[in-house]
């Protein structure tokens, strides 16, 4: 399959975003995908009209990103972005890479130091780079990305903490901000802080972590979500990929007729 060209997925997001239209992401974790059922997971996800596969994890045992990539491609035309963990998780085949910076954090080696070393693999492969605030949001529980990354996360009920630390990574040109709750979070980022963050930045806004209903995702998208992003709940109830999916199209088709 073709790569796409530099800055079509980052000016598709932006674009989307100033027409208030939402995105829906499903995040693909390469140690939990059940490769004997993956071709027809990706059927669904197509006749769901999925928009974007974010690959990746903070922790990964099974190196299958190539594999996973590859079947994506070969069964779809859903792009596939890089949700790295650390500066390993690399695969040129992939259409772009979200760079992550941990800006909820204070740890310097996920703000600045994984990406020193990748960026040399990175400016070879031609991948599409997507400039990335990351915020880490307390979810009620302890999760994989805090322990790894060695960080604490921005406190659930603390909207205006997360509003100036988005502001200060758009002032330092990131080009998107995602709020991340984490995977298996207890609950997810609050509409209330995706407002405040919403009103605070003009980049993209991503939120992932807890959207384990077509309610929340909804929530999430009157608040000023972007894109919503799932992954473990799909794993949890498989119904969930196609009510979030109608949940996104049907917040778009009523913006449709707002104007």
Known sequence: MKKISNHRIADLLTARKEEKRKSFAVLLDPDKVDFDTFQSFLAQAVENEVDFFFVGGSLITNYAID???????????????????????????????????????????????????????????????????????????LTTVSYISNTTPIPHDKASIAAC????????????????????????????????????????????????????????????????????????????LPEVAASVKMFNLQLEKVY
Do not use: C, W
């Open 67 to 141: 594999k996973l990539i590859s079947a994506i491609q070969k069964y779809t035309s859903i792009p596939t972005i890089l949700f790295p963990g650390n500066s390993l998780h690399v695969e040129h085949t992939a259409d772009a890479i979200l760079l992550l910076s941990l800006i909820s954090g204070r740890n310097p080696d996920f703000l600045i130091g994984q990406h020193v070393i990748a960026a040399p693999m990175l400016k070879k492969s031609g991948i599409e780079i997507l400039p990335t605030g990351y915020m880490l949001i307390e979810s009620g529980k």
């Open 165 to 240: 630390t988005a502001m200060a990574g758009e002032m330092l040109g990131l080009r998107n901000i995602f709020l991340d709750a984490g995977s298996g979070a207890q609950v997810p980022v609050s509409p209330e802080m995706i407002a405040a963050v919403r009103a605070a930045v003009d980049t993209p806004i991503i939120v992932g972590g807890g959207i384990d209903s077509s309610e929340k995702a909804l929530l999430a998208m009157q608040a000023g979500a972007d894109v919503i992003v799932v992954g473990n709940g799909i794993e949890q109830n498989q119904n969930l």
